[in-house]
């Protein structure tokens, strides 16, 4: 029994793995950068599931800003996104 793989996969595979290939190294500087975005996202997780105690259960507030965060999240991914961007572009090609 021979297994037949469609050429859409076949040709998404080879395309993967010439992507890998082709792979450029980046500067750790630049990598650091992204770091304080990604601890503020871990605090906004954190502090968020402090927030949903019974504490401050009654607290409109709280209710706003539980709501708002995963929008704060995603838009802070969203900036990364662009910094990681906007640095691979700037980056000379050797």
Same mark, same amino acid.
């Given at each position: 029994?021979?297994?037949?793989?469609?050429?859409?996969?076949?040709?998404?595979?080879?395309?993967?793995?010439?992507?890998?290939? &082709?792979?450029? &190294?980046?500067?750790?500087?630049?990598?650091?950068?992204?770091?304080?975005? $990604?601890?503020?996202?871990?605090?906004?997780? +954190? +502090?968020?599931?402090?927030?949903?105690?019974?504490?401050?259960?009654?607290? &409109?507030y709280v209710?706003?800003?539980?709501?708002?965060?995963?929008?704060?999240?995603? $838009?802070?991914? +969203?900036?990364?996104?662009?910094?990681?961007?906007?640095?691979?572009? &700037?980056?000379?090609?050797?």
């Amino acid at each position: 029994m021979c297994l037949t793989l469609p050429n859409s996969l076949i040709t998404m595979a080879h395309n993967f793995i010439i992507s890998l290939l &082709n792979m450029t &190294n980046h500067s750790s500087k630049k990598e650091l950068r992204l770091l304080p975005i $990604l601890f503020i996202v871990i605090l906004m997780c +954190v +502090v968020g599931h402090f927030f949903m105690q019974a504490h401050f259960q009654n607290n &409109n507030y709280v209710e706003y800003l539980l709501a708002a965060l995963p929008f704060a999240m995603f $838009l802070l991914v +969203v900036v990364a996104f662009k910094m990681a961007a906007k640095s691979e572009k &700037n980056e000379k090609p050797e």
